[in-house]
């Protein structure tokens, strides 16, 4: 079965220090899409990435960054320098090949505050 | 381009009535797809249309349902509402269906109905 576990529920830190967001993930498939969104407060799903399981490089923009490791199951995503407008709640996200594109599996997500 | 539009994006109806929710996806897109959000439940997939025509379905009551037109607008309904139908919906769109396509999927800033 499909899922995706985000073990951590909420983060706090303070502005410009760097922090990750865990994200581990199952699927029997062996083609299989990865992505992480961000929700702030206004409701809309901000999308951030999108990985397919034969890529395992990792990416970066910015000031973010993820790394990818099948060997673990895990998409974990990296903020460097955190800054206020950062302060969202991520979620990490899964859907399957055999699957429809749009139907992805969401991880519970993390709240993640900056605190100035 | 305009992003995924949905309307309204706030209302409130009572017990037993039924709503139906708008969404116009990103100009091209084909694929449109209804999550339910709620802080119990977190994100839910509720359905997808494309070409007019359901491809998935999440496991929701009957009472939930929804349709597409020629041009890609979507709507869902929900009838006879009951009080935990209160959440945030979202809508999605995508270029294409198909698991195989890893289509990125789009989110509209949602509408919050609230049932009293």
């Known amino acids: 079965a499909q899922k995706v576990t985000q073990a951590q529920t909420e983060i706090s830190v303070v502005e410009k220090e760097d922090v990750t967001l865990d994200c581990v993930y199952e699927t029997r498939d062996t083609t299989y899409y990865l992505f992480w969104y961000k929700q702030p407060p206004s409701g809309e799903l901000v999308f951030l990435i999108r990985?397919?399981?034969?890529?395992?490089q990792n990416e970066i923009s910015g000031r973010y960054s993820w790394n990818f490791q099948k060997s673990t199951s895990s998409f974990n995503f990296t903020i460097t320098a955190s800054q206020v407008v950062d302060s969202a709640v991520y979620f990490c996200a899964l859907s399957e090949a055999r699957s429809s594109a749009s139907k992805i599996i969401f991880g519970s997500g993390t709240r993640l505050s900056i605190r100035p | 381009k305009a992003g995924v539009t949905q309307t309204p994006r706030y209302l409130i109806k009572t017990r037993g009535q039924q709503v139906t929710l708008s969404c116009s996806p990103i100009?091209?897109?084909?694929?449109v797809s209804w999550y339910q959000q709620t802080p119990g439940q977190g994100l839910q997939f509720l359905f997808e249309?494309?070409?007019?025509?359901?491809?998935n379905k999440g496991n929701f009551p009957g009472r939930f349902s929804g349709r597409q037109f020629s041009n890609s607008r979507s709507e869902m309904n929900v009838s006879t509402l009951e009080l935990g139908d209160s959440a945030l919906y979202l809508c999605?769109?995508?270029?294409?269906?198909?698991?195989?396509?890893?289509?990125?999927?789009?989110f509209g800033e949602g509408s919050w109905l609230t049932v009293v």
């Open positions: 100009s091209g897109h084909r694929s």
């Open positions: 999605a769109s995508s270029l294409g269906s198909g698991g195989s396509s890893g289509n990125t999927i789009y």
């Open positions: 990985r397919n399981s034969f890529d395992e």
């Open positions: 249309y494309f070409s007019e025509t359901q491809r």
